[in-house]
C-alpha cells in the first residue's frame, strides 16, 4: 500500500503562484510514476502532469505547459508541483496519484489516490 496526503492548497489570486506537495508512505516511493489530476465542480476529473520513477520523464497536459513544473524528492518521498501564473480556470481540487510503471494521463491507470487539496484562483 502507498499513502499519499497532498498539501499546499488555498486561494490565490490570478497570475498568483502555489506549491503543491504530495507526501507519500508505505511501499518505497521510488518506485512508483507520480501523477497530479485536478477536478472542478462538476466535471470529470482530468490529467493536469505525471512525472517517472527516475524523475527523467514528465508529462504536461497542455492547459498547463509552461506554467506547471513537477519536482520529486526521494529523500522526503515527496512530490512537488509548482505553478505559477494561475488562471481562475485552475481552480479545483487537486489529487495526487501512485502507479508502478510508467507516467500515464488516463486516472484509471493509477492505483493509489490521495484525498486532495483545494486551489482555488480568485479573478
Known amino acids: 500500500q502507498v499513502q499519499l496526503v497532498e498539501s499546499g492548497g488555498g486561494l490565490v489570486q490570478a497570475g498568483g503562484s502555489l506549491r503543491l506537495s504530495c507526501a507519500a508512505s508505505?511501499?518505497?516511493?521510488?518506485?512508483?510514476?507520480m501523477g497530479w489530476f485536478r477536478q472542478a465542480p462538476g466535471k470529470e476529473r482530468e490529467f493536469v502532469a505525471a512525472?517517472?520513477?527516475?524523475?527523467?520523464?514528465?508529462m504536461y497536459a497542455d492547459s498547463v505547459k509552461g506554467r506547471f513544473t513537477l519536482s520529486r524528492d526521494y529523500a522526503k518521498n515527496t512530490v512537488y508541483v509548482q505553478m505559477n501564473s494561475l488562471k481562475p480556470e485552475d481552480t479545483a481540487v487537486y489529487y495526487c496519484?501512485?502507479?508502478?510503471?510508467?507516467?500515464?494521463?488516463?486516472?484509471?491507470?493509477?492505483?493509489?489516490w490521495g484525498q486532495g487539496t483545494q486551489v482555488t484562483v480568485s479573478s
Open positions: 496519484a501512485a502507479r508502478s510503471d510508467y507516467v500515464s494521463p488516463a486516472p484509471e491507470d493509477y492505483n493509489y
Open positions: 512525472i517517472s520513477w527516475s524523475g527523467r520523464n514528465t
Open positions: 508505505g511501499r518505497t516511493f521510488r518506485n512508483y510514476a
